[in-house]
């Protein structure tokens, strides 16, 4: 696992290279969490490459990044495994091909000289990478299907281009770090910044299943090679069940494969205790890892624990106190480059440093909430169909009813979403303010920038979904990519630890594609097909618990251990030209008396105060456990 960064300037003036020099090195010095063992550079008079490295991989001196191919006429830096490459180095030296390594990263050269463009397309894991011809003078990248590795760029004009794995790598590039008034209207819906928007106007992501190309004096060009699609096809249960179990085990294999130790994060949950479950198949002593927290109710710590010696593993396990969660905060918001106001994204840093002290490697079960339909939500099209066949004009009566019952009474929220069509009701499993709250706190509010913005690509293109299946379809282009697989990566990264998802594999998706929502969402529970698959496999009271999440006793914290933390973070804050801070400050006051439950709002609010105060006020960078100003 690693990171790399990578500096375009085309102009052919070796006076600038020394400048070019300490550019790229400096970038790299930036990012040195992602690969703490090894560093590299490769240096043209047209780019310049940087590389950091972790050792997942005992790899000789010729495996080193940035590496070359075909007699150094193609360079390349990559992040992320390749989970096909040896059926494709097969396929490659049946051609002709040579290679002086073992590397995956030598095989996508070999991939890119036989297919050009349609490389990305080929390959079968996580990445992000960039590749140069140095003979046709041409760049070539790409991100994987899902995003489960990032990759930022920032042109300064047609001739100077700036990539990197983390945002933070190119902020000191910029002449000045203006925050973008769609992304920070975006985040305080979404509670993450949605792609390719950051919270810097002049840097973005590569998005998701995404290739580009540059050629010299020519601006990037950017082509969708992939894209998740929802294809149900009618089958029979058992049948459904076997493909599930199948590719499931065939993905978990792959993800295991390491020259170090391999463990996994195990929650109380169903989602880590398949993986886990399946991951002893090929390794019986698997170590697990699990945090929880010292409030009764809010720590997975004991079921986590149950399950591990339901399937014979180790559990180790830490709790965190909250003045543990907010001395770390700070650090946590800098290492994720923009705000992300998930709570669980936090205990999962302690996770990843947990798991650190044992292993390089961890297995995690992102994904499968997505690709299976886990979310409680999803039941919500279900519970609302008695709202189909209304006429139109009893829609709107009942919706103007639900708009005038007063907050807190029951019944108004059912109203108000099943008169309410799905496309303006559901963001993903977060939807923190409204627009017309975000219109009452927001300084720089912008009628033309309401959420609807951000996913009405995804709508037209779900239009013959059924409603499940475009939820699924949904979160699979924004929650999963925009939230759990950037925390995923941020936190582990952080701690120098490499985080694989089996769930969140091409093939693993080509099966859950084909489920009908009939076979997802079955005999009131959620995930039905899922348990079906892993019946046997996974004990069967860890099998039917229902969803826990990853709680996080924030609603109780803000009334009590970190309400003057909160309410001085507000009133300290230099964000007035964004945020109305006395209206943040009477909904901290309305939440600590009880009146309603405003955590995820005030800790949204306060997630993007933070990270202001770390990226804007006052930039610093946290390295171990160390903050350079």
């Known amino acids: ?61 010729k495996g080193g990044q940035p590496l070359s191919f075909d007699n150094a006429r193609y360079w390349i830096t990559f992040n992320g495994e390749i989970y096909n490459y040896k059926e494709l180095k097969q396929e490659l030296i049946k051609d002709g091909y040579t290679f002086a390594t073992e590397t995956d990263t030598e095989v996508i050269l070999g991939v890119y000289k036989k297919y050009g463009t349609d490389t990305a397309n080929k390959l079968r894991g996580m990445f992000a990478f960039i590749i140069w011809d140095t003979k046709e003078k041409k760049l070539y990248g790409a991100r994987d299907h899902f995003g489960i590795k990032p990759l930022y760029y920032m042109s300064k004009d047609v001739h100077n281009i700036f990539f990197a794995s983390e945002k933070k790598a190119l902020v000191p590039l910029l002449a000045k770090n203006d925050i973008s008034d769609k992304a920070l209207c975006h985040y305080m819906t979404f509670q993450y910044v949605p792609e390719p928007l950051t919270m810097s106007e002049e840097i973005h992501r590569v998005e998701v299943g995404t290739y580009f190309t540059k050629e010299m004096g020519k601006p990037l060009e950017f082509h969708k090679y992939w894209g998740t699609t929802f294809e149900p096809v009618a ?47 090929f390794n019986k002593n698997i170590e697990t890892f699990s945090v929880g927290f010292e409030r009764e109710g809010y720590s997975e710590v004991d079921l986590a624990k149950d399950t591990a010696d339901k399937l014979g593993v180790k559990n180790f396990s830490k709790i965190i106190t909250a003045k543990e969660f907010v001395e770390v905060f700070p650090k946590f918001v800098w290492f994720m480059d923009d705000p992300l106001a998930d709570p669980a994204a936090v205990p999962q840093f302690f996770c990843a440093e947990l798991a650190r002290t044992r292993c390089k490697v961890a297995l995690s079960g992102e994904g499968a909430d997505e690709f299976f339909a886990g979310y409680t939500i999803y039941n919500e099209p279900n519970s609302l169909k008695m709202f189909q066949n209304l006429p139109g004009g009893m829609l709107g009566a009942l919706h103007a009813l639900s708009k005038i019952i007063p907050k807190g009474v029951r019944g108004k929220s ?41 996913t009405r690509e995804y709508y037209e293109m779900a239009k013959n979904y059924d409603p499940i299946d475009t939820m699924q379809f949904v979160d699979t282009r924004t929650w ?46 959620t995930k039905y097909i899922l348990r ?25 914290w803000l009334r009590e251990e970190l309400y003057d933390w909160a309410k001085g973070i507000i009133c300290e804050s230099q964000t007035e030209e964004y945020i109305d801070k006395k209206y943040v400050l009477n909904l901290l006051e309305e939440h600590k008396r009880g009146s309603f439950d405003y955590s995820r709002q005030i800790w949204t609010v306060l997630t993007f105060m933070v990270w202001y105060d770390v990226y804007i006020t006052k930039p610093r960078t946290f390295v171990g456990s160390y903050t350079r100003g």
Do not use: W
């Open 1 to 61: 696992m690693c990171g790399f960064t990578c500096y375009l300037h085309e102009e052919q003036n070796e006076s600038k290279n020394e400048e070019r020099q300490a550019i790229i090195k400096d970038m790299n010095s930036r990012i040195e969490h992602r690969g703490p063992d090894q560093e590299g550079y490769h240096m043209e008079n047209e780019i310049s490459m940087g590389f950091r490295r972790l050792s997942i991989i005992d790899l000789s001196e």
């Open 414 to 454: 059912f109203l108000e979403r099943g008169t309410t069509p799905l496309e303006q009701r559901y963001v993903g499993n977060a939807n923190i303010f409204t627009e017309a709250q975000k219109k009452e706190f927001m300084k720089r509010y912008s009628e033309g920038m309401p959420f609807v913005e951000a």
């Open 532 to 556: 079906k698959a892993v019946e046997g496999i996974v004990p069967d009271e860890v099998l039917h618990r229902k969803k826990l999440g990853f709680p996080v006793p924030i609603r109780f």
């Open 235 to 281: 089958q029979e249960e058992d049948v459904a069940a076997k493909k599930i179990r199948d590719v499931l085990f065939e993905s978990v294999e792959k993800h295991m494969f390491a020259d170090v130790t391999v463990g996994s994060f195990l929650s109380g949950g169903i989602d880590s205790s398949i993986i886990v479950a399946i991951a002893r198949e």
């Open 480 to 525: 999963l990519v925009g939230d759990l697989l950037l925390n995923a990566d941020r936190t582990t990264m952080a701690a120098s630890l490499e985080l694989r998802t089996p769930f969140v594999d091409k093939e693993v998706f080509n099966v859950a594609k084909t489920i009908p929502s009939s076979l997802k969402i079955a005999n009131g529970t």
